[in-house]
């Protein structure tokens, strides 16, 4: 895709209220809208720092709103539109009435409204890899509100409100761990493929997880504003461009400490009794999902091209965490 006039940058330049915006999309999202010409509004419920300090943050409007404390109070949607935007990015939305509100109060007040979805909409397709077509039949709480939140902003678009939806995979940046080769969160998982300990996995090891990273999920964002004439009433995948099984996982990980994986695999009813409940419970949403989203909607509508591989991704959320990966 060919770089912008200046004529067209003065056309693409919004002022932009980006809902979350110290989180980890918001945090790489925000500076690359800066660069873009954009007039950034930063709303988060408190004064925190982003993930990494980018020198374009010294030309952002901060703005602090418990979207929390106003939602209940019935105020957040009013004080969204109190800021004036041309264009919302709302990175934080997980409940439909919430959705509802904004629209009934920014209709006819801005110009592009951008909403952070997730894959888990689509709950476990049929069919691998899928599209943005594949049904919807999300399960667990999360995916089913972000699909009634989908819903919401889909039927919206199509009464008039300018509504986009990004549908992210697993979001790994630096900062915060990303999902393990086991389906979890615990660190001890990598430190047992650094050190050449043995880690074990559920039945052969083949469910997929397709990590993103941020800066490419911003990538995303910052290209649906672009390209919004075109975008508006359309939802994106938004992952790396394929996912990796589980076991494929581990052995990458093992390789770059310079280990081979030692990797044990049992059966669901077994592996259960070596985790916690927590970790046992995002394992098993983890390869339910099992995630296999084709990107080439948003690689034709948009020009989406990640930079990382979903392994790439993992890597580089790593590296602080373990400096010899660098």
């Keep these: 895709m060919c770089c912008p006039t200046e004529r067209s940058l003065q056309e693409i330049a919004l002022r932009t209220v980006i809902i979350g915006a110290t989180g980890h999309i918001g945090t790489w999202l925000v500076p690359r809208l800066v660069r873009a010409g954009h007039d950034v509004v930063a709303v988060s419920r408190g004064m925190r720092r982003p993930y990494h300090d980018a020198v374009e943050w010294n030309s952002v409007q901060r703005v602090t709103i418990d979207r ?27 409940d439909p009435v919430s959705a509802m509100h904004l629209v009934q109060v920014l209709r006819d007040r801005v110009g592009v ?17 899928y599209d943005e077509k594949a049904p919807r039949h999300p399960f667990g709480d999360y995916g089913i509100r972000k699909a009634l939140v989908e819903r919401v902003l889909l039927d919206a678009a199509d009464g008039g409100f300018p509504a986009i939806l990004l549908h992210p995979g697993h979001i790994s940046g630096p900062g915060w761990l990303p999902i393990n080769p086991a389906g979890h969160l615990d660190k001890g998982v990598f430190d047992a493929l650094a050190d050449g300990g043995r880690v074990t996995l559920v039945d052969d090891g083949m469910a997929t997880l397709q990590h993103v990273h941020a800066d490419d999920v911003a990538q995303a964002f910052e290209l649906a504003l672009l390209h919004r004439d075109v975008a508006v009433g359309e939802a994106f995948h938004v992952a790396a461009a394929a996912p990796v099984t589980m076991r494929a996982y581990a052995e990458a990980v093992a390789s770059w400490f310079g280990r081979e994986a030692r990797l044990t695999y049992l059966p669901w009813e077994e592996w259960l009794l070596t985790v916690g409940e927590r970790d046992a419970e995002l394992t098993r949403d983890h390869m339910l999902h099992s995630p296999c989203a084709s990107i080439g909607k948003a690689r034709a509508m948009l020009g989406f091209e990640p930079r ?17 990966l660098a």
């Design 68 to 94: 929390v404390l106003e939602e209940h109070a019935g105020t957040f949607a009013r004080s969204i539109a109190g800021l004036h935007a041309e264009a919302v990015v709302d990175l934080t939305c997980f």
């Design 113 to 129: 409204f951008v909403h952070c979805g997730t894959l888990w909409v689509h709950g476990t397709p049929a069919t691998r890899p």
């Design 308 to 324: 990382f591989t979903a392994l790439a991704a993992v890597r580089d959320a790593l590296t602080p965490i373990y400096p010899s």
